[in-house]
């Protein structure tokens, strides 16, 4: 703890044409209660081929192709926010999408795309 994790990152800027760098840096200054304890956790994967196995494999292509497609028009948008998920055929039904402007995870801060930094 509080001991800073640094990693080196490459990536491709679409604009500028060129391969980019940067680092990430995450540093946590808590102790370990605060992040919590997943410890008693336990779970089991099991296959099953089932009409939901099915709807549940095109659900995700369906989204999936979704965000790609939105991804080509806007490069960096976040992709848990309402707006991306509009214009889906389900995407009255999706729940925990984002409506706010303001990152809303850690996570979201840390491993945003590059494009999305300066909105």
């Not at 999408?97 to 930094?117: C, L, Y």
């Amino acid at each position: 703890m509080g001991k800073p994790i640094i990693k080196k990152v490459t990536g491709y800027d679409p604009k500028e044409e060129k391969v980019v760098q940067g680092e990430i840096r995450i540093e946590v200054n808590a102790s370990l209660e605060a992040i919590g304890n997943y410890s008693g956790i336990s779970f089991t994967i099991g296959c099953e081929t089932s009409a939901l196995t099915i709807a549940a494999d095109v659900l995700a292509n369906s989204v999936y192709y979704h965000l790609k497609k939105m991804q080509e028009k806007k490069m960096g948008h976040p992709l848990n926010t309402t707006e991306a998920i509009s214009g889906h055929p389900l995407a009255s039904l999706i729940f925990g999408a984002w409506d706010s402007k303001e990152t809303n995870f850690i996570p979201d801060a840390v491993f945003m795309h590059p494009n999305q930094k300066g909105e």
